[in-house]
T-cell receptor, first 113, second 114 residues
């Protein structure tokens, strides 16, 4: 079936560097995407979202890019800090339904001091 | 303000026992969702409530799983006759009626069935 997936399961960066976490999706009907951060033992924390009528959205230190042509989503974290270490999930609303989120498997980001 | 809260945070059950997991959504959020997260995986949708109405239960894995939200606020996910494969983190999320898809998650209940 159609699903959201991630290119890289792990990413290790140095403190202060920029991080890029990628996500591929296959459901062309999806029109809403979210990035979540999940620290060990905690629930997913909302980071940033984007709708399919946009290709870029910026938050505080984070930017989400959406390329609908190749069905690709990325999360950029500027000046990565040790506190950014976590698993990052992208999720889509799977088109058809505006509430049922489909999550990818996640990318583990490790920030080295 | 307060976020989504869940209790208990951890639950150990013997195979065959019934368990009940509680979720308190963000105040004013009419929509409530349950997800199941297996180790190393992303959350998977279980069920959705709008106020007290359960509008979608398509993700519940078996008839041993039952969810309710009788007064449109607190919700309980009940698992009867637990099996080892039920071991997972059960996450609750809530959202407003205007932005159903922007869901805010609680800390989850980690269930271990022995």
């Amino acid at each position: 079936g159609e699903s959201v997936g991630l290119h890289l399961p792990t990413l290790s960066v140095q403190e202060g560097d920029n991080s890029i976490i990628n996500c591929a999706y296959s459901n062309s009907a999806s029109d809403y995407f979210i990035w979540y951060k999940q620290e060990s033992g905690k629930g997913p924390q909302f980071i940033i979202d984007i709708r399919s009528n946009m290709d870029k959205r910026q938050g505080q230190r984070v930017t989400v890019l959406l390329n609908k042509t190749v069905k690709h989503l990325s999360l950029q974290i500027a000046a990565t800090q040790p506190g950014d270490s976590a698993v990052y999930f992208c999720a889509e609303n799977s088109g058809g339904s505006n509430y049922k989120l489909t999550f990818g498997k996640g990318t583990l980001l490790t920030v080295n001091p | 303000g307060a976020g989504v809260s869940q209790s208990p945070r951890y639950k150990v059950a013997k195979r065959g026992q019934d368990v009940a997991l509680r979720c308190d959504p963000i105040s004013g959020h009419v929509s409530l969702f349950w997800y199941q997260q297996a180790l190393g995986q992303g959350p998977e949708f279980l069920t959705y409530f709008q106020n007290e109405a359960q509008l979608d239960k398509s993700g519940l894995p078996s008839d041993r799983f039952f969810a309710e939200r009788p007064e449109g606020s607190v919700s309980t996910l009940k698992i009867q006759r637990t099996q080892q494969e039920d071991s997972a983190v059960y996450l609750c999320a809530s959202s407003t009626d205007r932005r159903l898809e922007t869901q805010y998650f609680g800390p989850g209940t980690r269930l271990l069935v022995l």
